[in-house]
């Protein structure tokens, strides 16, 4: 049974910081591309960032230089490491696993305000 879990989301102030982590299970997480989305309600759901097997990794202009993606594939875990953030950052952030088929997990929310 795959299972993906998302944990490290809250509520944290303009210019704070949170670390989200995904933890796989049931899958070769080593094969797996995984991803960090977000989806405000009502919106659809957008990419945040990608980290791929090899470890390069992408950024949706909108978080460039503020989040980082990072995997430990001895953990079965991928992390993103989100700083100066700001009230448009408030989502419910999913992870995705991604090689022959694709894994979402239940989301994690995140709350930026004042």
């Known amino acids: 049974q795959v299972q ?8 944290v102030q303009p210019g704070g910081s949170l ?5 796989a299970s049931g899958i070769i997480f080593s ?7 977000r989806q405000v309600p009502g919106k659809q759901r957008e990419l945040v960032s990608s980290i791929t097997v090899g470890g390069s990794t992408n ?3 909108s978080v460039k230089g503020r989040f ?4 430990d594939n001895a953990k079965n875990t991928v992390y993103l490491q989100m700083s100066s ?4 950052d408030t989502a419910d ?4 696993a991604r090689w022959m088929r694709e894994y979402w ?3 994690t929310q995140v709350t930026v305000s004042s």
Do not use: N
């Open 4 to 11: 993906l879990v998302e944990s490290g989301g809250g509520l």
């Open 19 to 23: 670390r989200l982590s995904c933890a």
């Open 31 to 37: 094969a797996h591309a995984m991803s960090w989305y």
């Open 59 to 61: 950024y949706a202009d």
């Open 68 to 71: 980082t993606i990072s995997r």
């Open 85 to 88: 953030l700001k009230p448009e």
């Open 93 to 96: 952030y999913f992870c995705k």
């Open 105 to 107: 997990g239940q989301g």
